[in-house]
């Protein structure tokens, strides 16, 4: 057998197996989050004014839309799907597992947006910020800028934004993650990389409620 093959099956095999060593990410019900399956995401300290994570132009009055929280403490927000990315068929391909790499997208919306996947927008030089918003594109992490992951804080979960920074191009590249948390403007909680993270749970849609 090829040796270069060898190795590279046994990285892959190592790989899967680390990923399954991860602990799965629980929903409010612990019960374990599922690709496919819609969400809300319900910020409850950090900065939080509000309910659940939804979609506003507090920034742009048109497209991109900014992801923020809802207004009201009564509302749950929009639904959403979460997605891993480089995780393929078995060792629980459906299972979210903490700190893997993911894609966030609002099911329940149309917009003006050509997709409603989370992504972090340029950098705002007005409010010295990033901010996350939509459009982001499917791929396998390569795609765009960086990725999102989840993360325990406390009792229950924190989303943090990791890129890659200085690279050089004989080696790898140094990966920065960032916490998700509120940008509080004009009454309206925006979502941006901030020090202190929003910590949040994941609660399952039941449809027809």
């Known amino acids: ?53 939804t979609l506003t132009s507090v920034r742009n009055k048109t497209c991109s839309l900014d992801v923020a929280q809802d207004q009201s403490l009564y509302e749950e927000g ?39 996947i989370w992504k ?25 800028n960086g990725w999102f992951r989840i993360q325990k804080e406390r009792l229950d979960y924190k989303i943090i934004y990791c890129s890659q920074e200085h690279c050089i191009s004989s080696g790898p590249c140094d990966v920065i993650c960032k916490n998700v948390g509120a940008y509080n403007e004009h009454g309206r909680t925006l979502v941006a990389l901030t020090d202190e993270p929003f910590v949040v749970f994941f609660e399952k849609v039941i449809k027809g409620k």
């Not at 680390?18 to 602990?23: G, S």
């Not at 972090?120 to 765009?144: M, P, W």
């Open 78 to 116: 929009l639904w959403m799907t979460i997605h891993p990315l480089n995780i393929k068929k078995g060792v629980s391909g459906r299972v979210i597992r903490e700190s893997t790499d993911i894609t966030i997208r609002f099911s329940s919306t149309k917009t003006c947006a050509k997709s409603t």
């Open 120 to 144: 972090v927008d340029k950098y705002d030089k007005l409010r010295k910020r990033y901010f996350v918003t939509i459009g982001g594109v499917e791929g396998d992490g390569k795609s765009q």
């Open 1 to 53: 057998m090829n040796k270069t093959f060898s190795v590279l099956s046994f990285l892959v095999y190592a790989f899967y197996l680390a990923v399954a060593d991860l602990d799965p990410v629980l929903d409010v019900s612990n019960d374990k989050l599922l690709t496919g399956v819609d969400y809300f995401i319900i910020p409850i300290l950090g900065g939080s004014k509000g309910g659940g994570i």
